[in-house]
């Protein structure tokens, strides 16, 4: 096969990446790739794009820092290309995957389900069984790759940039490094009777006051910047059997104690386990959670005119 071929090859393997298809790293399966094939393979998707009708608006320079040069282990500055479609027009929404995107070494995923998934777990193509690393305090922490070597230690503070007129305020965050985000979830449409009885007249009113709890705690205290209990609508806006609880806290650690030794996750944990001791363990309601530690650059928040009390300007709002 010639070098031209095998570009082509890769490129249209990265394309099926975009669309959604995971592929395995294309490093292994390339042993004369170096910078120059990197940018050819580059150029040969900014020129199918462009057949496609995307328009070029722009370049990217990345890695302009000496120091995070160092630290990957490279020499000089790389560059991608920009699209018109890339640009986020005012008032327009914003894919939550746009936002967050934590590195998947810092990341971690568990589900009571095998079969019926939500998440991120619906772009896995399979799953392991149970785990070893579970039923203890500690476990989430052990479940995550990088914290095997690091802390995880939150390093800096939030910091606002305000700009706009007061009756449209635009606030950029700058966050710090990280920053632990949880997505707890619970789905019980397939419950019914008994199971459907406790979940709803027991479970959930005390998952709502931990999250209540975390809502509207002193962050400064209970390390939680920001929490929201979410109803999952269906497409027509009409609320499912299914929420999620999204929290955001200062660092991993603040997570764990939050979870360890507060009354309100202690009763949320226990109220479980008697529901799964009246039911014999045949549960059909469906919990899970992810776990993300985020680099500064991981995160990208930004409120146009909302609230003071909105996700992580409560801060601002709390620190006057
Ligand atoms: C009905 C909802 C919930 C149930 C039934 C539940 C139950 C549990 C259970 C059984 C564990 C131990 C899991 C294991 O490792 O095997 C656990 C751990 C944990 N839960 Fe929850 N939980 C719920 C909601 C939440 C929420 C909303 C949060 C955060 C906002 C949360 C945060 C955590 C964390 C961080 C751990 C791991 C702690 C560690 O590894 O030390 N949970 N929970």
Redesign the pocket.
Known sequence: MNQQTKYGEVAARIRAAYAGTPIAPIRPQLTDLDVDAAYAIQQENTAYWETEGRRLVGSKIGLTSRAVQKQLGVDRPDFGVLFADMIVAEDEPVAVGRVLQPKIESFET?ATSATRHEGVLRLCSHISGEVQ???????????IPSAQTDPLAPSGKVEFEVSGPVTARRIRVRSHGNVCV?R?G?DWSDSAGRERELYLQK??P??RR??DF?RDGDPAVTG?YS?R?ADVLDASARPLDKR????WFRSLHD??R???SHPT?LA??N???E?VQELNGQLTTQ?Y?E?SVLAASEQRLEYLNCHPSTGLLRLQTERG
């Open positions: 568990l690393e579970h039923a203890y305090w500690g476990s989430a922490r052990d479940r949880i707890s619970q479970m959930e005390v998952l931990g999250m975390l939680c929490c209990y999620f609880g999204l929290a997570l764990e939050w979870s360890e996750h949320i944990f109220t479980f386990m529901m919990f959670h776990v």
